[in-house]
């Protein structure tokens, strides 16, 4: 009989970002034949007009339990929603009709608050893994010291925790004392390879996935430098993907550059439809200040396609000279330089290789062998 799983995550896809945390939803995929994946995922939503909103699948073999719940306002929203979100997790529990074997959390804290209370009620036993980039940025030092005695008590109760990338893991280490495994993000076998595509009417299409958080993904230091490039051959085409809280004014610098003809903002997309972006482009860019992983940067060379990156963290212990192109963060003349290198050297770049590559990293069966000796001892 196989073991079950629930996961709790932080971050999932759902009706307002159909991008967030596919990473997670790849592992719960990932693993679904080899145990019996449950998962719980809360969001606040400000537009909601019932207290609780359940959105109840199986798809693709995972039960999958969405709730949505009015946010809280005024001077006590976070306990509104902190209380609200608990209480959505405990009402979605109801709804499963077998026993849990271990809860899985994914960014703690409030997401392992039912990991928290089985443990305390029915023993059962929860393992955490973190993604949360504000252990490299500095965001967990400005946590106040209720928020990081809970992510403590937290940690203190989990029987064992992993992090997505050794940089990660170090700097995990040095915020909480705690000691972790590494266990990468899966790269979907879906991001299939691809010859470099071909320049349609003379143009190169470039492509960069993200979150508009500017201060971690410097999309406008990447629009600016793009723009800089476009100077000097016209032929250069960039696609952004991606929403979130600096969107707006990622669109009115594309309009104050005047790069309406050659920059694509698409918004969100599904992760099927990011991959078939993939598919479509030249080279990939990445330009971040911070990645704890690098999620997107490895799909692109899974899909083949040669990648400018910044020296921003977790890519940096997968990318090289035989399928990248490194520059420093926040240095827009070394990635307008690297922009037009790359438009001429894409082709040169073996794409078979870029892709086996990575599969051999981070494919299917090297993650998952990890992730079943992690669940072992539990």
Not at 138 to 155: H, R, W
Not at 335 to 356: C, R, V
Request: charged letters at 25%; proline letters at 2%; a positive charge.
């Amino acid at each position: 009989m196989k073991k079950s799983i629930l996961f709790l995550p932080r971050w999932y896809p759902n009706k307002t970002d159909i991008q967030l945390g596919t990473f997670i939803r790849q592992q719960a995929l990932l693993l679904k034949d080899d145990f019996d994946i449950s998962l719980i995922y809360i969001q606040a939503d400000s537009a909601a007009k019932e207290k609780f909103q359940f959105v109840e699948n199986n798809k693709n073999g995972i039960h999958e339990i969405i709730v949505y719940f009015k946010e809280g306002k005024g001077l006590l929203k976070k306990l509104i929603n902190a209380m609200r979100y608990k209480k959505a997790q405990q009402l979605a529990y109801q709804k499963l009709n077998h026993a849990i074997n271990l809860c899985h959390v994914h960014v703690p804290y409030r997401s392992a608050f039912l990991a928290l209370k089985l443990k305390r009620q029915n023993n059962i036993p929860f393992v955490i893994t973190e993604h949360w980039s504000g252990h490299l940025t500095g965001d967990f030092q400005k946590k106040n010291n209720l928020d990081k005695t809970l992510y403590t008590k937290v940690l203190k109760k989990a029987a064992a925790i992993s992090c997505v990338s050794e940089l990660l893991q170090k700097k995990f280490k040095e915020n909480t004392g705690f000691d972790s495994v590494v266990i990468p993000n899966h790269i979907d076998t879906a991001a299939a390879t691809a010859t470099a595509t071909s320049s349609e009417f003379g143009q190169l299409k470039i492509l960069s996935v993200s979150d508009m958080a500017d201060d971690i993904k410097n999309i406008s230091g990447l629009i600016e430098s793009f723009g800089h490039a476009v100077r000097e051959n016209k032929n250069l085409h960039l696609t952004l993907v991606g929403g979130g809280p600096d969107l707006e004014k990622m669109k009115l610098l594309v309009t104050k550059l005047m790069l309406h003809s050659n920059i694509k903002l698409k918004g969100r997309l599904d992760h099927a439809a990011v991959l078939n972006e993939m598919q479509q482009c030249n080279f990939y860019i990445c330009n971040s200040n911070f990645e704890t992983f690098g999620m997107t940067v490895a799909e692109a060379l899974r899909a083949g396609k040669p990648v400018i990156s910044t020296k921003c963290g977790g890519p940096e212990v997968f990318l090289n000279s035989k399928n990248s192109i490194l520059v420093e963060q926040k240095n827009n003349e070394q990635l307008k330089t690297s922009i037009l290198k790359m438009a001429t050297e894409f082709q040169h770049y073996d794409s078979q290789n870029l892709a086996n590559e990575i599969e051999n990293r981070f494919g299917k069966n090297v993650v998952k062998q990890k992730w079943v000796e992690f669940y072992q001892p539990n």
